[in-house]
């Protein structure tokens, strides 16, 4: 009897220990949609905060102009802002300072463009402040003023080009202090900029305008940083000079010849500033009437 013995072979067991090709490829997608998903998470948060003023808004000075046909009370000049108590001659005995005092911080509180003041003595009759009422700078006669009329639009590419604008037409930046008398103007801010410190008295006449888009107002800051002007509780405006009033006026003039039209007749006229001449011209976009 022989006993036989058969010999299996022996198994050889292979483990797969590395990624797949798979694997590798399903981990490149994920890592790059999670880091082009945190770019566009960034870049969208730079959009909103470009475009939305998430910062507190305060209420910038207002060129306050009576319409025709109001009172308006006694002084020697344009006047922005109401006179306040302290601007009252003073007297022996005064009269009703309390009352005044608590309507010139009623006045404040409800109308934020106006500037809080305070005093000590009152004197009943009809007040002098710094100036009469008449109408304010850039009136038009019997029709809308110029501060209330003109729209006027820049639109650069970038704030160089913005600034240029600016130094072309002798448009300086005034930087007013909201609790002081204190007004900075930086003139010639696309090329040698300087500062020239003056006061609300002093440019009362003076037309002004703010912007509107809150692009226009951070590159206006961002001007008067490079100039070295704090900024600190300020507001920033538009100081227009005569002669660039002289020529918006002009524009103006020609838009409405063969409209049949008057300048007393128009309610709003909307400007552009475009490359022309020598540099850049103001151009007529637009013209409502009343």
Same mark, same amino acid.
């Given at each position: 009897?022989?006993?036989?013995?058969?010999?299996?072979?022996? !198994?050889?067991?292979?483990?797969?220990?590395?990624?797949?090709?798979?694997?590798?490829?399903?981990?490149?997608?994920?890592?790059?949609?999670?880091?082009?998903?945190?770019?566009?998470?960034?870049?969208?948060?730079?959009?909103?905060? @470009?475009?939305?003023?998430?910062?507190?808004?305060?209420?910038? %000075?207002?060129?306050?102009?009576?319409?025709?046909?109001?009172?308006?009370?006694?002084?020697?000049?344009?006047?922005? !802002?109401? %006179?306040?108590?302290?601007?009252?001659?003073?007297?022996?005995?005064?009269?009703?300072?309390?009352?005044?005092?608590?309507?010139?911080?009623?006045?404040?509180?409800?109308?934020?463009?106006?500037?809080?003041?305070?005093?000590? =003595? =009152?004197?009943?009759?009809?007040?002098?402040?710094?100036?009469?009422?008449?109408?304010?700078?850039?009136?038009?006669?019997?029709?809308?003023?110029?501060?209330?009329?003109?729209?006027?639009?820049?639109?650069?590419?970038?704030?160089?080009?913005?600034?240029?604008?600016? @130094?072309?037409?002798?448009?300086?930046?005034?930087?007013?202090?909201?609790?002081?008398?204190?007004?900075?103007?930086?003139?010639?801010?696309?090329?040698?900029?300087?500062?020239?410190?003056?006061?609300?008295?002093?440019?009362?006449?003076?037309?002004?305008?703010?912007?509107?888009?809150?692009?226009?107002?951070?590159?206006?800051?961002?001007?008067?940083?490079?100039?070295?002007?704090?900024? @600190?509780?300020?507001?920033?405006?538009?100081?227009? %000079?005569?002669?660039?009033?002289?020529?918006?006026?002009?524009?103006?003039?020609?838009?409405?010849?063969?409209?049949?039209?008057?300048?007393?007749?128009?309610?709003?006229?909307?400007?552009?500033?475009? %490359?022309?001449?020598?540099?850049?011209?103001?151009?007529?976009?637009?013209?409502?009437?009343?």
């Amino acid at each position: 009897m022989s006993t036989e013995f058969t010999t299996l072979p022996k !198994l050889k067991l292979n483990v797969e220990t590395k990624a797949s090709r798979y694997d590798r490829l399903n981990a490149i997608l994920i890592a790059c949609i999670l880091l082009f998903g945190f770019l566009f998470a960034v870049l969208f948060l730079i959009w909103l905060t @470009s475009v939305f003023d998430f910062s507190r808004r305060v209420a910038g %000075p207002m060129v306050v102009a009576n319409e025709p046909g109001d009172s308006k009370p006694e002084g020697v000049a344009d006047d922005v !802002l109401e %006179p306040g108590v302290e601007e009252f001659p003073e007297t022996e005995v005064p009269q009703l300072a309390n009352a005044l005092e608590a309507v010139t911080d009623a006045v404040s509180q409800v109308r934020a463009s106006l500037e809080k003041r305070s005093g000590d =003595a =009152a004197e009943m009759g009809r007040g002098r402040g710094f100036g009469s009422r008449e109408g304010g700078p850039g009136t038009g006669g019997d029709g809308i003023p110029e501060y209330k009329r003109w729209i006027i639009n820049y639109e650069a590419e970038d704030i160089n080009t913005y600034a240029r604008q600016l @130094s072309f037409f002798d448009i300086d930046i005034g930087v007013i202090h909201q609790t002081r008398n204190d007004i900075w103007r930086v003139h010639d801010v696309g090329g040698g900029a300087s500062v020239i410190k003056t006061s609300r008295e002093r440019e009362n006449k003076t037309l002004r305008f703010t912007h509107d888009k809150i692009r226009m107002r951070r590159w206006d800051q961002e001007l008067c940083k490079r100039a070295g002007v704090d900024l @600190s509780n300020t507001v920033q405006a538009q100081f227009y %000079p005569e002669s660039t009033r002289q020529v918006i006026r002009g524009v103006e003039a020609a838009a409405l010849v063969g409209t049949g039209r008057t300048l007393n007749q128009v309610k709003n006229t909307i400007l552009k500033v475009v %490359p022309g001449g020598n540099g850049y011209e103001f151009v007529v976009i637009d013209i409502l009437y009343r």
